[in-house]
């Protein structure tokens, strides 16, 4: 299939075949897909929560409402925003180009001063506002690529974040739930993998100057 064929096979899966799983190399594409998403100014604030243990899925059932897709999918994949984002993340960033490239200090200061001084800025909200658009990002990308690789999913924003981060425990790892993408493979009796897509035309949407 052609990319744009895989974008219209992918919908949002309502119910995954349960006794499928993802292949850990269908697993690792999607850690190092996330890993390579693009973000703003090269920070990697975010975080990827991979849940796979079906008891610890069972008990978010409540937190998401009682949608399935949590529990019934090979892996539940939980977006994350760090609840701090200071000088430390700067400098550890500037401290990975500085070993990776070998970019002498003297290039990269100036640089550094000036993401600092705009962090320190951002206020609290700002700042949860700017990390939460940047986990939207990830999401796009995962997405995608779970199209190409031919893994269901299913991107959910109705859940309880702060249910889920004291079930999970992600508050003790500083860090507050955004998004969840469960990922698996679609039961053959999922009614909604057959619905045609239902989009305005390509003329509709897109603008050419």
Same mark, same amino acid.
């Given at each position: 299939?052609?990319?744009? =064929? ?14 499928? =799983?993802?292949?850990? *190399? ?5 850690? =190092?897909?996330?890993?390579?998403? +693009? ?7 975010? $975080?990827?929560?991979?849940? $796979? *243990? $079906?008891? /610890?899925?069972?008990?978010? &059932?409540? #937190? ?5 897709? @949590?529990?019934?999918?090979?892996? &539940? &994949? ?48 700002? /700042? @949860? ?16 690529? #779970? ?9 959910? %924003? ?10 999970? +425990? ?17 039961? %053959? ?6 619905? $045609?897509? @239902? ?11």
């Amino acid at each position: 299939m052609s990319i744009i =064929e895989k974008l219209q096979w992918r919908y949002a899966t309502k119910k995954f075949d349960s006794n499928k =799983e993802l292949s850990n *190399d269908k697993l690792q594409t999607l850690k =190092e897909a996330f890993n390579l998403t +693009a973000l703003s100014y090269g920070l990697q604030t975010l $975080k990827l929560v991979v849940v $796979k *243990d $079906k008891t /610890k899925r069972e008990a978010l &059932l409540p #937190c998401a409402f009682g949608q399935r897709q @949590v529990i019934d999918s090979s892996h &539940l &994949l939980v977006l994350c925003i760090q609840s701090e984002i200071d000088d430390k993340d700067v400098d550890n960033h500037f401290d990975n180009i500085k070993n990776i490239r070998e970019t002498p200090d003297h290039i990269l200061d100036p640089f550094k001063t000036q993401m600092k001084s705009t962090i320190s800025s951002m206020s609290l909200d700002r /700042k @949860v506002d700017w990390a939460t658009r940047q986990a939207y990002i990830a999401l796009g990308n995962l997405m995608t690529v #779970c199209a190409v690789e031919c893994i269901d999913s299913c991107p959910m %924003e109705g859940f309880k974040p702060a249910e889920v981060d004291k079930t999970l +425990a992600l508050d003790e790892l500083g860090l507050n739930s955004v998004l969840l993408l469960p990922v698996g493979y679609r039961a %053959e009796d999922d009614m909604f993998s057959t619905f $045609k897509k @239902v989009r305005k035309t390509v003329s509709e949407t897109v603008v050419e100057l």
